[in-house]
């Protein structure tokens, strides 16, 4: 008997544990038919970055003031100036619905906004465009030391509340582990009004350059070692939650990986390092370990794997706390 992989997040029902999340390869069409070919159950578009919407926005404007050069542009309507030259949200909004018409899979549109307002009025345009779900992708860096984290939290639940209040389909924020409890964080997002969560954003630390003195943003593809953090807070969190959506990203490149996701309790594990390292039909090949490994340990489907190793359900949970600390120290530190 073959397994049955399927599994439900955000309300929507998939056929299979893996999801593409938001990067170039989602940012195309080709990208996207080549991932839904390889087996992806869904896909995260790119993130519309409210401050992009702003710059072009002002590009645009700069260049329908600019006089000689652009005066046929600049008298078209500006539907028609912004045909095949599409700016702000009308380029994630044509994506969605280009997406939508090219592909069988949901779907699901991601927002990064910066001020008050921007995340739900986004959202609410990418939901009228077709998504079927929304991503909220709360990376921001609080650097600012006059800004306490209960205010940074509650600026945060304040963006949560105002989705929820503005769109009617499930979305689920994407989260960066820089939270003194991310537990606590966590659960008042969904009190919030979120259907799920993304464990975890990965941030791109900045490098220096030694020969120029500048500084790099740098960005390194994961490596499956990365899971181990998501591991732990999906395994923390799995049973403190119950009926709230839960995905890994960061580090999943294996079948092995995404069976440990399940194990902890993901209902879905999604990957971007992977398929921009080997291709799109790195998906395939997971999906393929993953449905060999439940064969041959007698699992029927993917539901009977989930979460029957979080917090809750394995013997020693201290295993994911710091029990896990402390006996790691004292084995390998002497
Ligand atoms: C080139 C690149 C572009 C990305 N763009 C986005 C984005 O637009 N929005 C977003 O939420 N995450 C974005 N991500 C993050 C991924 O969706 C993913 O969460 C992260 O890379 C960790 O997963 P991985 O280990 O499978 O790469 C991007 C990642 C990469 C490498």
Redesign the pocket.
């Known amino acids: 008997m073959t397994a049955d992989l399927t599994t439900r997040y955000l309300g929507l029902e998939l056929a299979g544990p893996v999801v593409a ?4 390869l989602t940012g195309t069409l080709d990208g996207l038919r080549a991932l839904e070919d390889a087996g992806a159950a869904a896909v ?1 578009l ?2 519309l970055f409210e401050e992009d919407v702003i710059e072009e926005e002002l590009r645009l404007a700069d260049l329908l003031d600019d006089g000689e050069g652009f005066a046929e542009f600049a008298s078209a309507p500006l539907s028609e100036a912004a045909e095949g030259y599409v700016m702000g949200p009308e380029r994630h909004v044509r994506l969605v619905k280009r997406a939508k018409e090219a592909l069988g899979i949901p779907v699901i549109a ?1 927002v ?1 906004a910066t001020g008050t307002g921007g995340w739900e009025r986004y959202a609410a345009l990418l939901v009228e465009a077709g998504a079927d779900a929304i ?1 909220l ?1 709360m ?1 921001a860096v609080a650097a600012d030391a006059q800004v306490p984290a209960a205010e940074v939290e509650a600026q945060k639940l304040d963006v949560v509340s105002a989705v929820r209040a503005a769109v009617g389909v499930p979305f689920a924020v ?1 989260l960066s582990p820089f939270y003194t409890s991310v537990a606590h964080f966590a659960a008042a997002v969904v009190s919030r009004g979120a259907d799920g969560l993304v464990l975890f ?2 941030f791109y630390a900045p490098d220096i350059d030694l020969g120029s003195l500048t500084v790099q943003p740098a ?1 390194t ?2 490596e499956s070692d ?1 899971l181990r953090l998501p591991l732990r807070w999906l395994g923390i969190l799995r049973s403190q939650l119950p009926g709230t959506s839960l995905a890994a ?4 490149h294996t079948g092995a990986d995404v069976l440990k996701a399940l194990l902890v309790g993901a209902d879905v594990a ?5 398929v ?1 390292r080997r291709g799109p039909g790195n998906v395939t090949r997971m999906l393929a370990e993953v449905r060999e490994w439940l064969e041959a340990n007698e699992y029927d489907s993917v539901r009977q794997l989930q979460g029957s190793m979080s917090a809750a359900s394995v013997p020693d949970p201290a295993g994911f706390e710091r029990a896990q600390y402390r006996a790691i120290v004292t084995t390998l530190g002497r």
């Open positions: 999340s938001a990067g170039p995260v790119p993130s991601s990064n991503e992708n990376y994407k954003n990965r960005l593809l994961s990365d990203t960061s580090g999943v999604c990957t971007t390092s992977s921009l």
